[in-house]
């Protein structure tokens, strides 16, 4: 539902978000569980940052009919009510500077390699692939990934 909120939403680190004029939340499962991987990370010598986190449905519903109006055909903006964003248990993640938030070459920065080979050990997917964007309708998005458990992440 629209009204949905989940009742354990945590502050991701400001560490960890792009931007620090804003907190973003996740439930505390996977906030835990994303702050274990972006120190891996940075274990790594790759600096992942958090672009977005939850949303509330009426902010969802902003952000569609915004994208709508600009493209009425637009594949990546889920209906209010419909974004895994909602469910406080997804990220879109991004380079430090910015530079590839939102875009399809995320997928190719050090980021984006380091993510695909690692993000299932946190129990994190990516959720929209190129092989997988007739099924769910939504343009492929190397920098969604969703926190869905050890079991099911890998």
Do not use: K
């Amino acid at each position: 539902p629209l009204d949905y909120e989940p009742s354990d939403l945590v502050d991701i680190p400001a560490r960890f978000v792009a931007r620090d004029d804003r907190t973003l939340q996740l439930r505390r499962e996977a906030c835990d569980a994303l702050v274990r991987m972006l120190g891996a990370a940075l274990a790594d010598d790759v600096d992942i940052q958090v672009n977005s986190a939850y949303r509330s449905g009426s902010r969802q519903e902003q952000i569609y009919r915004r994208n709508v109006r600009r493209n009425p055909g637009q594949r990546s903006s889920a209906r209010p009510g419909h974004s895994e964003h909602q469910l406080g248990t997804t990220v879109d993640l991004t380079d430090p500077p910015g530079e590839y938030g939102f875009s399809q070459e995320f997928v190719d920065t050090p980021q984006g390699q380091w993510l695909e080979q690692h993000a299932h050990e946190f129990g994190f997917r990516r959720t929209y692939y190129p092989e997988n964007d007739e099924e769910t309708g939504y343009i492929p998005e190397p920098w969604h990934w969703r926190y869905m458990g050890d079991a099911l992440s890998r």
